[in-house]
């Protein structure tokens, strides 16, 4: 997985560069990137998950915390009725949320980008974040179905949360190509740069309310 996502990184950056001096789009380009970001932070986090699970000392076997983990489950599927998406909806809006997650260095499973990115599954009510984003990426890998995918949520609030969600990544990473990248998105889904901007002064610092 580590690999195939160095291999579409340098796909993605050869096809930035021939394509910007051509005075082509990059929207393709920039995807291929943010695919292959997210397929190395998803590396990342299984290395890590393993080294864990091999520096801890066999012990007895432990009872599954189950309380907890109802309660996790109780949350996600309170979220389900709140947002009426599909699944097919909803995977593509993990692997976009996931394209701009790519643009931020810091994608260990601490780091904020991460954070942000698992809670948009959560908001979907979708327990499995990270079995369903590697599934969901290969499907995804042409970025105007992905788009054309998005456009099809008719659902306000949620096209809202994909907007800010993703603003958030932007505004973490600060890179121009994602601001762009993410105005043109906004712009097709019917939010100018006007209206997309009043949209995130009326969210700023809150949470979005379902």
Request: proline fraction near 4%; hydrophobic fraction near 40%.
């Amino acid at each position: 997985m580590k690999t195939a996502g160095w291999i579409f990184i340098v796909i993605g950056v050869l096809a930035f560069l021939g394509a910007a001096s051509k005075g082509h789009s990059v929207f393709g380009p920039l995807f291929w990137i943010g695919i292959g970001g997210a397929l190395i932070y998803l590396k990342r986090e299984k290395e890590e998950a393993n080294e864990k699970s091999t520096a801890v000392e066999p012990t007895a076997p432990k009872q599954p915390e189950k309380p907890q983990l109802e309660k996790e489950i109780a949350k996600t599927k309170n979220v389900e009725p709140c947002t009426p998406v599909t699944f097919e909806q909803k995977e593509a809006a993990l692997c976009l949320i996931a394209f701009f997650a790519g643009y931020n260095d810091d994608l260990t499973t601490d780091g904020a980008a991460y954070m942000v990115s698992y809670q948009s599954a959560i908001w979907f009510g979708i327990g499995n974040y990270k079995e369903t984003l590697t599934a969901a990426l290969p499907k995804y890998q042409n970025a105007d179905k992905l788009i054309d995918t998005i456009l099809t949520i008719k659902d306000r609030k949620s096209r809202e949360f994909i907007l800010l969600t993703c603003y958030d990544l932007t505004k973490m990473s600060g890179i121009a190509e994602a601001y762009e990248f993410l105005y043109n998105i906004a712009n097709e889904m019917g939010y100018d740069k006007e209206i997309f901007h009043k949209l995130i002064d009326q969210y700023s610092d809150k949470s979005i309310d379902k």
